[in-house]
């Protein structure tokens, strides 16, 4: 058990921003048995919906609990803001690490074992009727003692309204300010059509997802959003880059489909260089472009269920011994550094309120 006691926490380090700047996430110290934690301040304004998503948040992580969902461990209000406090996950997310680390993508059997636990994750989401609604590399976190655990629950939605089974939702996620959550979103979930939308549209995001994981790029990242939902509607789809996928594109069309940075004092055309050189140098799996093609076909009646590809071949070459982190050995761990000015001004900020003994905030 964790107290709600935001004296019992001292802040160590900020991790990072999120959720579309509402919050910061901070490693810190639980003082009562010197555990390392992440907590996650959320600064409450006076938004009712940010208010409505934040407490959607916290009761759905309450009620849902599987080995590859983030768990919930308490949280608190200490003046004017929330605090939600979870277990540290001390190689950050999928996003952060391809970002840092690999450029080119994830290791194929790393990416094996990142796919299976989120389908894990996804398939007991499903029995509980619940869709995510933000499968995405960002949401996906991994930690040096090798597990993963899916976050983002602030997008999910029940099945069941009022007591009753939805077969199909036609409600859009919560609004996203940058629409940073759409490249990884389901043609029928964005079309926003009478025919609505169910678990399968995760199916689609994860098979975003595999790209994302195996390529190092966030498909669609710099196509205009009217023509990434246009391109998705007709049938186009991201693929899994390598020599059998990547025939000399052209420079444009490579620097479209794919988040290319092609890094200081480097022409944009140098960079799609060294992309083409790298991925039509390389061999990935038959099972693998297979599994991420069920994943992303257009007709969500085709899509395989969570269950039906956790069988899929493209697992079979996990073996008990296998352990993520050495998968991804360049990874360097999060290390809270007490010494982080910015958190320490926080903290003695903070000590300095008083507890808010009155709020809306019912957990």
């Known amino acids: 058990m964790f107290n709600p006691d935001f004296n019992d926490y001292q802040l160590t380090s900020i991790i990072t921003e999120s959720s579309g700047g509402v919050a910061v996430v901070y490693s810190a110290l639980y003082k009562p048995n010197k555990q390392h934690v992440s907590v996650k301040r959320y600064f409450v304004d006076n938004s009712k919906e940010n208010a409505n998503l934040i407490q959607q948040d916290i009761l759905t992580r309450k009620e849902l609990q599987h080995q590859n969902i983030l ?29 840092r680390y690999f450029h080119e993508g994830l290791p194929e059997l790393a990416c094996a074992i990142i796919l ?26 991994l930690s040096d003692n090798g597990s993963v655990r899916l976050s ?16 199909r939702l036609h409600t859009l ?37 595999c790209c994302e994981l195996g390529n190092g790029a966030v498909p669609f990242a710099e196509v205009p959003t009217t ?9 186009s789809r991201p693929q899994l880059l390598d020599c059998s996928t990547f025939p000399q594109p052209a420079a444009h069309e490579v620097k479209n489909m794919y988040n290319t940075d092609p ?32 994943a992303l076909q257009r007709d969500p009646e085709k899509r395989p269920s969570a269950a039906q590809l956790l069988n899929h071949q493209f697992f079979r070459q996990i073996r008990k011994t296998d352990f993520l982190p050495s998968l991804i050995g360049r990874v360097k761990p999060i290390k809270p550094d007490q010494d982080d000015m910015s958190a320490l001004l926080l903290q003695e900020k903070m000590s300095e309120m008083e507890i808010e003994k009155t709020t809306e905030w019912d957990f």
Not at 119 to 140: C, E, P
Not at 177 to 200: F, T, V
């Open 71 to 99: 768990p919930y461990l308490t949280s608190f209000v200490h003046g004017r803001e929330l605090y939600v406090v979870s277990p540290l996950m001390t190689l950050g997310s999928c996003r952060d690490v391809l970002d």
């Open 152 to 167: 983002g629950l602030r997008s999910a939605a029940p099945l069941v309204l009022r007591g009753r089974r939805q077969r």
């Open 263 to 294: 890094g200081v004092g480097d022409s944009a055309e140098c960079g799609v260089a060294r992309l083409r050189a790298l991925y039509s140098a390389r061999k990935l799996s038959d099972a693998f472009h297979h599994l991420s093609e069920q």
């Open 227 to 235: 023509l990434m939902f246009t391109e998705k509607v007709r049938g």
């Open 116 to 141: 299976r636990d989120v389908l894990l994750a996804l398939q007991y989401l499903h029995k509980q009727l619940y869709i995510h609604r933000s499968v995405r590399a960002s949401h996906v976190l």
């Open 173 to 209: 996620p919560p609004h996203d300010p940058d629409n940073a959550n759409l490249m990884w979103l389901s043609p029928e979930l964005l079309e926003q059509n009478l025919k609505g939308y169910d678990e399968r549209s995760d199916i689609y995001s994860l098979g975003v997802l």
